[in-house]
């Protein structure tokens, strides 16, 4: 069996209400408004445990003024899921979405454009899990709702347009991811400048795309464009510069341009850590990147530091049970072991399972790859009897993606 690339892409049930709704007297929707004003201000600082008590106490408004016919009772379910999904606490976030659906459906507002939002939430956490099967019908039918709403030239389809080929990229099905990209792009394009945001979001979707299809001449074209369009039209170390940049160098990367690559890296990390500070998961991200890197040309004295301050910063921010810190440990744990020390290797790679398992989920392609990972270092162990065990389960849980 081949090799495989290491490095990939890289719950608690809590019942809360979070509701949006009219209340009687102006002294109570004074009340819920400040509350509401602070939800909002929490949720955008990614301060979710602190949003989440504010919501806790809304409800205690709101069951005083509203039943549960009301369409913000629905809307508030789905709200309080977007907390727990931005937490990657993905079991409670599922869980919300389902109680806003079923709530939806109750209603009979099944075909209500909020409906769709929920289907679509839905749907972009199971993409996101690795849970394609369950994902797709979920954005198709939001699509369908968005269609017959909307029509065709419309910026929320052309998200759902979006949306499904973020699913179809996830699945390795880039044929199909390329459709819907190009769809909603060129819809995208019909109603938008070509410098608007949603635009150039769209143009390295599908860049990427190109690069995972091998079309390098392609995605080279379509994300210099977008890069050119940004550094044009945004201030000078915009955030959104760096992810054009990073985007580029992945593909140079691919092309075995590695001196382009560094560069751009460089760029990307400077812009990050001058708009972010030097502890932000963005900046993580870009060390990472870097540490990469130098991994593949084969200097690990350079590459090393770099994946650990990468590991350490995923560590304090995003807490040991996020996804990128579980993809920290497997890089780290893939250096170990091609550097020989096998030990500190299994170490790493275990540590990585028991995060993504937790974060993603015991069927998603991540847990997958570091399944294939510490398969291939007890083989270089000579442990081969644990090796063939581990490595045939990792491939039952791709194979059940493609189902």
């Not at 209400?17 to 939800?39: G, I």
């Not at 030097?278 to 530091?305: M, T």
């Not at 291939?376 to 990792?394: C, N, P, T, V, W």
Request: hydrophobic share 35%; aromatic share 10%; proline share 2%.
């Amino acid at each position: 069996m081949s090799k495989p690339n290491r490095f990939g892409i890289p719950l608690a049930i809590v019942l809360v209400l979070f509701l949006l709704v009219p209340l009687n007297s102006n002294a109570q929707k004074d009340h819920f408004e400040e509350l509401n004003t602070r939800f909002i201000k929490l949720k955008g600082k990614n301060n979710f445990d602190s949003a989440i008590v504010v919501a806790k106490e809304m409800n205690t408004w709101v069951f005083q003024n509203e039943t549960d016919t009301s369409l913000m009772y629905a809307v508030g379910l789905r709200n309080v899921g977007d907390c727990f999904k931005a937490k990657q606490m993905s079991d409670s976030a599922v869980h919300y979405y389902n109680e806003s659906l079923r709530m939806l459906k109750i209603q009979k507002r099944d075909t209500h454009l909020e409906y769709a939002k929920s289907l679509s939430k839905l749907g972009m956490t199971f993409t996101y899990l690795g849970q394609f099967k369950a994902a797709e019908p979920l954005l198709l039918e939001s699509l369908g709702i968005h269609r017959t709403t909307y029509g065709q030239l419309h910026t929320e389809y052309a998200t759902s347009l979006n949306n499904l080929g973020i699913l179809f990229k996830r699945k390795g099905d880039y044929k199909s991811a390329e459709k819907w990209f190009k769809e909603s792009l060129e819809i995208k394009l019909n109603i938008l400048d070509k410098e608007h945001p949603d635009v150039l979001s769209g143009m390295n979707n599908l860049g990427v795309v190109y690069q995972n299809m091998g079309d390098f001449k392609a995605a080279e074209r379509i994300l210099k464009e977008a890069l050119e369009i940004r550094e044009r039209t945004l201030q000078k170390g915009d955030p959104d510069i760096a992810t054009s940049l990073n985007n580029l160098g992945l593909l140079y990367e691919r092309m075995g341009d590695y001196q382009a690559t560094e560069l751009l890296y460089k760029r990307a990390l400077d812009i990050k850590k001058k708009a972010y500070g030097n502890e932000h998961s963005s900046v993580a991200l870009s060390i990472n990147n870097l540490g990469i890197l130098y991994y593949q040309l084969g200097d690990f004295k350079s590459a090393e530091p770099l994946m650990i301050e990468a590991y350490q910063i995923r560590k304090k921010v995003l807490g040991e049970e996020h996804q990128s810190y579980g993809s920290s440990l497997n890089n780290l744990g893939a250096l170990y072991s091609d550097k020989g020390n096998f030990s500190l290797a299994e170490e790493f790679y275990k540590k990585s399972l028991e995060v993504k398992m937790k974060s993603q989920g015991e069927a998603h392609p991540d847990y997958a790859i570091s399944l294939n990972n510490l398969a291939f270092l007890y083989s270089d162990m000579g442990a081969f009897k644990s090796a063939d065990s581990i490595y045939q389960k990792s491939i039952e849980i791709y194979k059940s993606t493609l189902r």
